[in-house]
């Protein structure tokens, strides 16, 4: 079993940055894409960003130029550079690995992102 943490979020003004880090803990996370999720108060949970177990990487178009995905498998981490805040940002951040369509495990807490105007 894998436990995921999230952290990193807060309170921020549009046009500021977050860095994001997620931790896991009980198995080796490097064999495994892994993506980042977010979810907006009323919305739908949805993955924003992705890095292969090769470190490749797939940005959603609605954050390309703005966040970047890495990882370090050393740390058993993956990170979300979030630049250029805007305020539809505004969500609970996830990760988790991909499997198919959905996420591989148990979801973790996330961790608030708020962008204020």
């Known amino acids: 079993q894998v436990q995921l943490v999230e952290s990193g979020g807060g309170l921020v003004q549009a046009g500021g940055s977050l860095r994001l880090s997620c931790v896991g803990s009980?198995?080796?996370?490097?064999?495994?894409?892994m993506g980042w999720y977010r979810q907006a108060p009323g919305r739908e949970r949805y993955l924003v960003a992705r890095?292969?177990?090769?470190?490749?990487?797939d940005i959603d178009g609605s954050v390309t130029g703005r966040f970047t995905i890495s990882r370090d498998n050393a740390k058993n981490a993956v990170y979300l550079q979030m630049d250029k805040l805007k305020t539809e940002d505004t969500a609970v951040y996830y990760c988790?690995?991909?499997?198919?369509?959905?996420?591989?495990?148990?979801w973790g807490q996330g961790t608030q992102v708020t962008v204020s105007s």
């Open positions: 988790n690995a991909i499997q198919g369509w959905g996420p591989k495990y148990s």
């Open positions: 009980g198995s080796t996370l490097r064999f495994d894409d």
């Open positions: 890095i292969t177990r090769g470190g490749n990487t």
